[in-house]
Structures are given as structure tokens and as C-alpha cells.
């Protein structure tokens, strides 16, 4: 399969975390994960509440949400769903994705974790990883997130990391109105407030699927912070 999906031979590792595309088993294991829980049922962190759906359907929405980004994949749009292991135990989700990367150079993130896992700086270290990847593997200049006002592990997350508030958006969840703050980060902020090492391994032959080609100059080489 690699040879035809590079991407999985991706793997990009922290102290204490590996982030890679799962095995069918694994992501069966992350959406039974889901269906435990991710938040407190009193508010709602996603604009697409999809953690309000009954927990085997929210177990199935999951996998279909993995499947169909593997499906929809194109170097003009992506977003590459890393499951997230401490210890070989599946922890949660991290989405690092992009439209017209090779010409605008800018990526998002989105993430989750189980409950369990929670409040113990793992989401610190996933953001990390995707960010290196982003600046150093794929040579991105700027990178975005956003959360809801009532949403502070993510902005305490975010600001770690150096991201300046850039501007807010209005949504409907839930039927009420909801206040987005959008979170803007650039490669000089990022140099500055990078602090968690990371590596990569497998990045080379995937960068087509990225819109990059090998000269670049984004990860010709394996990269190590």
C-alpha cells in the first residue's frame, strides 16, 4: 500500500507521542473512543456538533469521516487525520489540512482528545507535531485555528505555541448563536515559541500529495527539532 499511499509511512513522534493514519483496527478504536466521550455535555467545542449524535452512531461518523477524507484527498485540498498513540494506546485526533497549499503556503488544525486523556498536555504535544511538520516538512508560512470563547484548553493550547487572535467569526450551534475567535500563526512566531521536540520520518514521498514537488525545498530530508 505505500507505494501507492505514501502517507502511511508517515510518522511523525514526540517525547512521549506517535501521530500516524491508523490501521482499520486502530481507527475502530479511536471512533469506540469517541463514543465515550470527548467533552462535557453541557457545551459544544465543534461547529459541526457531531459529538451529539448517540454514541455508536458518533462511533460510525468516525470512521466515515476518515474514510471520506482519504477518498476526497487531492493536493489542491486535503486534510491528513493523524491518530494520536501514548504508549501504543489510541488517544485521539489531529487534523492538520489545507486548500492550494503549494501556492498560499497556509494550513489549519483541528484536534481531539478522549476524556481520559485530557489536562495532561498531550494536546500541546499533538499541535506540536503537526506544526513542525507544517513549517519545517512542508515549508508552510502560516498556520490557523480557531475555538469557541468557552473553549480555554484551546486557547491555552494555541498560545503555547505563539498564535496572535485574528479577528471572529458568528456561527449557529445548537440553535444559539456562538462566538469563534480565529488564531493566526506565523513562521517567526512559530521559531520563537517552538519548545517540544519533534521528528518526522516518511515525509518524502509523500509531498506530491501535498501539491510539493521534491525540489521545493520542503522535506528533501528527514527532519528532526
Given amino acids: 500500500m505505500i507505494d501507492h499511499w505514501p502517507l502511511v509511512g508517515l510518522r511523525l513522534s514526540t517525547p512521549r507521542l506517535e501521530l500516524r493514519l491508523?490501521?482499520?483496527d486502530e481507527l475502530a478504536e479511536l471512533g469506540e473512543l469517541a463514543a465515550e466521550g470527548v467533552h462535557e455535555p453541557d457545551r459544544m467545542?465543534?461547529?459541526v456538533p457531531w459529538t451529539d449524535l448517540p454514541p455508536a452512531d458518533r462511533a460510525r461518523s468516525v470512521v466515515q469521516h476518515h474514510w471520506l477524507r482519504r477518498g476526497n484527498w487531492s493536493p489542491e485540498n486535503w486534510a491528513l487525520n493523524?491518530?494520536?498513540f501514548e504508549k501504543d494506546q489510541v488517544v485521539g485526533l489531529q487534523t492538520i489540512a489545507a486548500r492550494d497549499f503549494a501556492m498560499l503556503r497556509e494550513v489549519s488544525t483541528a484536534?481531539?482528545?478522549?476524556a481520559p486523556f485530557q489536562r495532561q498536555g498531550i494536546g500541546t504535544e499533538m499541535r506540536a507535531a503537526v506544526l513542525h511538520l507544517a513549517f519545517v516538512g512542508l515549508n508552510a508560512l502560516e498556520?490557523?485555528?480557531g475555538a469557541f470563547e468557552d473553549n480555554a484548553s484551546s486557547f491555552t493550547v494555541s498560545m503555547k505555541h505563539?498564535?496572535?487572535l485574528d479577528g471572529v467569526e458568528r456561527h449557529v450551534v445548537r440553535g444559539q448563536p456562538?462566538?469563534?475567535r480565529r488564531l493566526r500563526?506565523?513562521?517567526?512566531?512559530w521559531q520563537v515559541h517552538q519548545h517540544v521536540p519533534v521528528s518526522v520520518v516518511g515525509l518524502p514521498p509523500c509531498l506530491p500529495m501535498f501539491g510539493l514537488l521534491d525540489d521545493s525545498g520542503a522535506g528533501r530530508q528527514e527532519s528532526t527539532l
Fill in 22 to 24: 491508523p490501521s482499520e
Fill in 178 to 180: 456562538a462566538i469563534m
Fill in 111 to 114: 484536534s481531539w482528545l478522549g
Fill in 185 to 189: 500563526l506565523t513562521r517567526a512566531r
Fill in 82 to 84: 493523524l491518530v494520536v
Fill in 45 to 47: 467545542p465543534f461547529l
Fill in 143 to 145: 498556520a490557523m485555528s
Fill in 162 to 164: 505563539g498564535y496572535e
